[in-house]
């Protein structure tokens, strides 16, 4: 009877676990109904003019050149959305008390970020995705296509996600977090392996690309797109798999509902 009992209750409170995910979720989601179009235009414009503008830059790409140029800006217009937009974002939330709201429903933590983490995912994937073929098509090259890119994609995508919103939870202010994001925005794009082979840059940003989720996100993708599966896309698969629930559990440690005096 009593094991009866605690798989009811097991039962139950994942249903309600369920349920407040689901809630916050659409909550979240509301945020961004009215701007979905903008959000988009002002995520592709960035990536999208430096595509063309390498594309007139370049003269007689190689195949290696013209394939990292291609996920190079994919990986910006998500360093764009999942990192810099979501921090911001985010910090704003916290800054303005709006966790103060969260904190008086009965919810838990968890599903908060949760929901926050699969918002940025939808804000960062049309993007990506656009780059992708517009990309395939201007350079006229073709891709080779897998089911593996689905992983690896999520798993890009999740882990500069879940870093940007733990930049946002962790923000002790708006004009700190401003210029920090918009600083790793412009480092992390050109001066680490995302548009750059590693051998070019200076040891220093080589030691700290490494500890960048986009430095393996690019690796991952750009062997994907060209050879297809291997035992190095994998290793860097289970790489963004580990930032992915590194930042995942450190966004749990941080998230505060009060602002702290």
């Known amino acids: ?73 994919m990986l910006f217009a998500l360093i764009i959305m999942g990192l810099n937009a979501m921090a911001q974002d985010i910090a704003w939330q916290k800054h303005q008390g709006h966790f103060t709201y969260y904190a008086s429903l009965p919810i838990a933590k968890v599903n908060f970020v949760i929901a926050n983490l699969i918002r940025g995912a939808l804000m960062s994937f049309p993007s990506f995705f656009i780059l992708m073929f517009i990309g395939q098509w201007i350079y006229d090259i073709k891709f080779h296509y897998s089911f593996a890119l689905l992983p690896v994609m999520l798993l890009s995508i999740m882990s500069v996600v879940g870093f940007g919103v733990l930049l946002g939870f962790w923000s002790p202010n708006m004009q700190l977090t401003n210029m920090l994001v918009q600083a790793l925005m412009m480092i992390v794009g050109f001066m680490t392996p995302v548009m750059v082979e590693m051998s070019q840059l200076p040891a220093v940003l080589q030691a700290f690309s490494y500890l960048l989720p986009t430095t393996y996100a690019a690796e991952a993708l750009r062997e994907l797109l060209t050879v297809g599966w291997t035992s190095s896309v994998a290793t860097n698969t289970l790489i963004l798999f580990v930032f992915t629930v590194v930042s995942y559990l450190l966004i749990l440690k941080k998230i505060h509902w009060r602002m702290e005096s």
Do not use: C
């Open 1 to 73: 009877m009593q094991m009866h009992n605690s798989a009811g209750y097991e039962h139950s409170r994942f249903k309600q676990l369920v349920a407040e995910a689901w809630i916050l979720f659409r909550i979240q989601l509301s945020n961004i109904r009215e701007q979905w179009a903008l959000i988009f235009i002002l995520a592709s414009l960035f990536p999208f003019t430096t595509l063309m503008f390498l594309k007139f830059f370049t003269v007689n790409p190689t195949d290696e050149i013209m394939i990292r140029i291609i996920t190079g800006n």
